[in-house]
């Protein structure tokens, strides 16, 4: 159910891309107590991005889940913002993350909704 979509003025090689959605997924079924199965990652990169009237490396993270539960969102931007900040060199000040709840009644799948 939780779906994680990560913006960035990066330009990513196809390995790196696989390689943070493989472990992006591990992070949000640990934070979210989810199975890996019901994770769905993207990435879009090379995306014309300017934050703070500055074009230096930047992330728009935006995770959306049912039932997303408040107590623990801090503990998820942090270590989203570590894992970016350790992977892609962005600093935590330029990263943005926006954390989204959705009612399952709004949230479709397999041809019905949670």
């Given at each position: ?7 960035t003025n990066l330009k ?103």
């Open positions: 159910m939780p779906y994680i979509n990560l913006k990513l090689d196809k390995t790196t891309k696989i390689e943070l959605l493989n472990e992006l997924t591990n992070i949000i079924s640990k934070g979210l107590d989810k199975p890996e199965n019901y994770i769905m990652c993207s990435i879009d990169d090379d995306k014309y991005m300017v934050f703070g009237n500055s074009v230096d490396a930047a992330m728009f993270i935006e995770l959306r889940s049912i039932r997303l539960p408040k107590k623990e969102t801090p503990k998820l931007s942090a270590s989203l913002s570590n894992f970016i900040k350790n992977n892609l060199n962005v600093p935590k000040d330029r990263i943005f993350i926006n954390f989204i709840n959705v009612e399952p009644h709004l949230w479709g799948y397999n041809g019905t909704t949670f």
